[in-house]
């Protein structure tokens, strides 16, 4: 595959004209500063934040970006409300309305996006109402449940011309888009494989009782799309990540950040062939995803990706916990948190740039792209995000079947095996399943 200027042009094009070359991109470092060079910092953009767990990280991040206002915070949990609003409060004199149902967020014509933060089952069906509503979205990763909710993201943002970005924040990072530059211009040569991971030290999640919801808490709201259950009392507020119903493990929770950059450096788009092996070896108790997984996905043109996840063990690869290396003719670039490493093919280190993840970058990006009206430059629009998603989808149903996935390199779509396309969309709740 031939590489692209920028991921601007990709994202134009993947937009408006519905190609597909979104995972060629190469990003020149500070493309997002020109574009944010290009506004008007006297426009101002108004932002409501659902889900204030990450969204608190993120309300904090749009609230010292120059003009722009967090006019609410919504949470279904009080409690985390008033935290929030305490620390938004005390910044630059910002008061922001403090609510339980982000459809007020949605209501307000003077609020120009809507920040999903929430879990995972209400990424997809909020961006689409966020779209719908005429918002702008900053929707946290992964974008979406399942596979269908990405392809009906992508519907929603280009029938009503939306501004969609996905929050993996290194496709803004400096140190990150030059490693990038520097794959796509030949520094190691021809590449064709990389390895991502994420390590991390989890203590069991234990079974869980049946109890009375917490007074503060609207659990109704809570769980929005996805199927009733009882409340339990080791759900909320993380443990639901472990949980198929409104998680997606740790491939989806951390991986995706890996695999986004894998697919970048690699310039391929869909897979041909996923498969999976791992489990739940740590502890014995309510987790349903792996705590231990590698995933590896094919591509076209002798190109592959691997993936490795340890929720319980933080000895990842070179000792650490984050990280991707990108393998080719002429030698190997290690990316870090923020920055990489070249190495020539025997492992000598010929240059070391740093860097920071992009998180500041990535939301004024976003910004520029509402001031500008113009989704076409987004570091990581929901193109390219739905397709760095599906990725971990693709992982994850590969585990839950058992077996090895045959796709379609033109969009990704399971061949071949009815009980894994089975998992390519999911049952809603009676009123909330996303419709474009």
């Not at 809507?114 to 990424?123: D, G, I, Q, R, T």
């Not at 989890?202 to 049946?210: H, K």
């Not at 001031?371 to 390219?384: F, K, M, T, W, Y």
Request: aromatic residues 8%; hydrophobic residues 35%.
């Amino acid at each position: 595959m031939n590489d692209t200027p920028t991921s601007a042009s990709v994202e134009r094009r993947d937009f408006l004209k519905s190609t597909a070359l979104g995972g060629a991109a190469i990003v020149l470092p500070g493309a997002f500063v020109s574009a944010a060079e290009k506004d008007s910092d006297s426009e101002r953009v108004v932002v409501g934040v659902m889900g204030l767990s990450r969204g608190r990280s993120l309300a904090t991040t749009f609230a010292r970006q120059p003009n722009v206002t967090v006019k609410y915070l919504c949470d279904v949990d009080e409690t985390r409300r008033a935290s929030c609003m305490d620390l938004i409060s005390k910044m630059d004199g910002q008061e922001p309305e403090s609510i339980g149902d982000f459809r007020k967020i949605l209501d307000d014509p003077e609020v120009d996006a809507l920040v999903c933060a929430a879990p995972n089952h209400w990424h997809a069906p909020a961006t689409i109402l966020g779209c719908q509503a005429g918002k702008h979205v900053y929707v946290e990763k992964p974008c979406s449940h399942n596979p269908r909710e990405g392809e009906l993201m992508i519907e929603a943002a280009r029938k009503h011309k939306r501004a969609v970005q996905m929050g993996t924040q290194r496709r803004s990072g400096i140190g990150i888009t030059e490693a990038m530059k520097a794959i796509h211009s030949g520094a190691i040569g021809d590449v064709y494989y990389s390895r991502g991971w994420y390590a991390n030290i989890r203590g069991s999640i234990g079974v869980g009782q049946p109890a009375e919801v917490p007074a503060q808490l609207d659990f109704e709201l809570w769980q929005g799309p996805a199927p009733r259950v009882q409340y339990i009392d080791n759900l909320v507020h993380y443990n639901w990540h472990w949980r198929w119903d409104w998680g997606n493990g740790e491939l989806g929770n951390n991986g995706v950040h890996a695999l986004d950059l894998c697919r970048w450096g690699l310039g391929v788009e869909y897979p041909t062939r996923v498969t999976s092996s791992g489990g739940r070896y740590a502890f014995d108790d309510d987790q349903q995803t792996p705590d231990t997984h590698i995933v590896n996905f094919e591509f076209p043109g002798g190109k592959q990706a691997m993936w490795e996840g340890l929720s319980c063990n933080r000895m990842g690869v070179n000792r650490s916990g984050f990280g991707v290396t990108f393998h080719g003719q002429d030698g190997t670039i290690e990316l870090t948190d923020g920055g990489f490493v070249q190495y020539d093919k025997r492992g000598k280190e010929l240059k070391k740039v740093g860097g920071n993840r992009g998180d500041n970058e990535h939301i004024a990006n976003f910004v520029s792209a509402i001031r500008q009206d113009d989704p076409s430059i987004l570091n990581q629009g929901i193109e390219s995000a739905h397709k760095s998603t599906l990725l971990c989808h693709l992982g994850n149903i590969a585990h839950r079947t058992g077996r090895a996935l045959n796709c379609s390199p033109e969009n990704g779509h399971i061949q071949g095996d009815k009980e894994a396309a089975s998992l390519w969309a999911r049952e809603y709740a009676n009123g909330w399943e996303p419709t474009v």
